[in-house]
């Protein structure tokens, strides 16, 4: 049996995060929303409610972009109703679940990709991407539901 210190493992799991989402990216960015469950969300839920430095470095190196982080905190019961998106976010319940909705802020944009509005449940291990420019609804909070937001800034020369 090998032997990996937790530290290292940990990294690993950190890389692969970070590799999902950037797949995920690849292929929806710009275009219409996502939900991806990635590997090594361990690494990230582990830490959560705090910032992890080598998540947004290692993010935004890998897309070219730079990457903030910051946190949402739902109560029961609590809503945050009609936000659009100024920037690509990546929407990560670290603790507890909430519902979620997007849909293109004006009538015909994306609508190829996005005809009616998406609505789901979303749950520790999942990630949202929501395009700049749609609209998202965050609600129906069970028990206290605590989001990281991941804001994706193109870089400017």
């Known amino acids: 049996m090998d032997f990996e210190p937790a530290s290292a493992g940990a990294?690993?799991?950190l890389g692969h995060f970070v590799r999902d989402l950037?797949?995920?990216?690849?292929?929806?960015?710009?275009?219409?929303?996502?939900?991806?469950?990635?590997d090594g969300i361990d690494a990230v839920v582990a830490g959560a409610g705090r910032e992890l430095p080598e998540l947004t470095s290692a993010l935004?190196?890998?897309?070219?972009?730079?990457?903030?982080?910051?946190?949402?905190?739902?109560?029961?019961g609590g809503s945050s109703d009609g936000n659009t998106a100024?920037?690509?976010l990546m929407l990560l319940p670290v603790k507890g679940s909430c519902g979620g909705r997007v849909?293109?802020?004006?009538?015909?944009?994306?609508?190829?990709?996005l005809e009616h509005a998406l609505e789901l449940r979303l749950r520790?291990?999942?990630?949202?991407?929501?395009?700049?420019?749609?609209?998202?609804t965050l609600d129906a909070v069970h028990t206290p539901c605590t989001l990281q937001v991941l804001a994706l800034h193109?870089?400017?020369w």
């Open 11 to 13: 990294e690993a799991d």
């Open 22 to 38: 950037a797949l995920c990216l690849s292929v929806h960015r710009d275009r219409s929303p996502a939900l991806v469950w990635p």
């Open 60 to 76: 935004g190196a890998l897309l070219g972009s730079e990457v903030t982080s910051s946190f949402v905190e739902l109560p029961v």
């Open 86 to 88: 100024e920037t690509d």
């Open 103 to 113: 849909e293109p802020s004006v009538p015909g944009l994306g609508s190829a990709v």
């Open 124 to 136: 520790v291990g999942e990630v949202l991407y929501v395009p700049r420019g749609f609209v998202y």
């Open 154 to 156: 193109p870089l400017v």
